[in-house]
């Protein structure tokens, strides 16, 4: 079994900055791709980033030279760095990590989700 924990959400003003993580645990045999996602009330869930094993990334345009993915892959723990945030980044950010586990079974597993708000 795998487990996702996400820390790092809170109340922040515009223009500040927050720094997400999300690390897991468990049965875990390796680890692929690793994202961030979020969901704003009443909107769909959307992909705001994504990391490869080889650290390849890859950024939504509403984010990109504000945010940076990153990852420790010693720690199963994967990153959201969030500059210069605005109103419309309030949501619940969502990691989520594709991974193999020491079965053999692919996996692909979610956090809990962690608020941000952005309000002055």
């Known amino acids: 079994q795998v487990q996702l924990v996400e820390s790092g959400g809170g109340l922040v003003q515009p223009g500040g900055s927050l720094r997400l993580s999300c690390a897991a645990s468990g049965s875990i045999g390796s680890i692929s791709g690793m994202s961030w996602y979020r969901q704003a009330p009443g909107k769909q869930r959307e992909l705001v980033a994504t990391i490869t094993r080889g650290g390849s990334t890859n950024y939504a345009d509403f984010v990109k030279g504000r945010f940076t993915i990153s990852r420790d892959n010693a720690k199963n723990t994967v990153y959201l760095q969030m500059n210069s945030l605005k109103p419309e980044d309030t949501a619940v950010y969502y990691c989520?990590?594709?991974?193999?586990?020491?079965?053999?079974?692919?996996?692909?597993?979610w956090g809990q989700g962690t608020q941000v708000t952005v309000s002055s």
């Open positions: 989520q990590m594709r991974l193999i586990t020491t079965r053999g079974t692919i996996v692909d597993s």
